[in-house]
């Protein structure tokens, strides 16, 4: 049969993505990414501990990001992603600028980070003021305030579930539910942690309610990745990715709380 009418296919641009062993969440990834951008997926290797920042260093050495990156110049990726929040803000803001640039090393193409893509989204939308949701242990969660603090960044409020595996199977209630009690007065935007952790649908709904930007560690990563490539990220009615849905002005959440600027 002749199919030379159908022509293609299609060029397309690559984006490599290097995700912890656990990584369940590769289709929510694929739903920022428009149609003409593929997605090349490689693993860290597996290692029996549990979500910790033990695991966060584990998953972030050097040595094994450059044999990841090095399997993926295989199809020749435009930019490389690193897809852990917490693996790239366990070494601290110093830490995460070296992975990029070990990474950048061993592909000879830009790298990105999911907690550098957090800090970029951040200043896009203005944000110095957030509250978090996380699915992490009080520890990892304190972990990632300090990277927050030392780029800058208040937490005014947090909610977390202290989960060390399965993260992947948390219902999106249980998520709208976290941010609902995370949100204070003060906050300019909601950011939720993890690439393990569902958020695709959940964005809109809690930005009409809460009437703050709300971003997630997999809308941030795509978002920044295909910046490099020089195209959007797609997505319903999410702040980040369309300046028209930022809200101008946002109404009453929940009462302020001092003590929700510490641990206390």
């Not at 649908?201 to 997630?216: G, H, K, N, T, Y």
Request: proline content about 6%.
């Amino acid at each position: 049969m002749d199919v030379s009418f159908l022509g293609g296919p299609r060029p397309q641009r690559g984006i490599g993505v290097v995700a912890p062993f656990d990584f369940a969440l590769d289709r929510e990834l694929w739903r920022w990414v428009p149609d003409d951008v593929s997605l090349h997926l490689t693993r860290t290797p597996f290692v029996p501990v549990e979500v910790s920042l033990d695991l966060a260093r584990l998953v972030s050495e050097h040595e094994t990001l450059g044999n990841a990156v090095r399997a993926l110049n295989a199809v020749a990726p435009e930019v490389v992603a690193y897809a852990c929040t917490s693996g790239s803000f366990v070494g601290g803001v110093a830490g995460e600028r070296a992975m990029c640039e070990a990474m950048t090393r061993a592909g000879a193409v830009p790298s990105v980070t999911t907690s550098g893509a957090l800090l970029e989204a951040l200043g896009e939308l203005g944000a110095r003021r957030i509250a978090l949701v996380t699915p992490y242990t009080i520890s990892v969660t304190q972990s990632l305030e300090e990277y927050l603090a030392e780029a800058g960044i208040t937490v005014t409020g947090r909610a977390s579930l202290g989960l060390t595996s399965h993260i992947w199977k948390v219902p999106y209630r249980e998520v709208v539910e976290m941010a609902r009690g995370s949100v204070r007065d003060s906050t300019e935007a909601l950011f939720i942690s993890c690439t393990n952790l569902p958020t695709y649908d959940v964005i809109p709904q809690l930005e009409a309610e809460l009437r703050i930007p709300v971003i997630s560690a997999n809308q941030v990563t795509m978002w920044a990745a295909l910046r490099h490539l020089g195209t959007r990220a797609v997505g319903p009615y999410q702040a980040l990715l369309d300046e028209s849905a930022r809200p101008r002005r946002r109404g009453p959440v929940l009462p302020e709380r001092n003590q929700q600027e510490g641990w206390a």
